[in-house]
């Protein structure tokens, strides 16, 4: 499996940095969930169903899946 290094703020497709959002609290007040890759707090309540990734992971994620093909 492809282990996820720490978070590189630095790493993009074009060589820019990476701009990542602010993370928002969940609208039920309760715990985040945490991220399936670094274990970080995510932005969605713990509640959530499915794999949850925080906005850096998720970010990287995105890019790696755009610059693949």
Known sequence: MDETPPHDDTASCDGGPARVAPVPVPADGGPF??????????????????S????????QEAQRTACSG
């Open 52 to 59: 949850t990734l925080c906005p850096v992971c998720e970010w």
């Open 33 to 50: 969930a945490e991220c399936v890759l670094c274990r970080e707090p995510t932005e969605y309540p713990e509640s959530t169903r499915g």
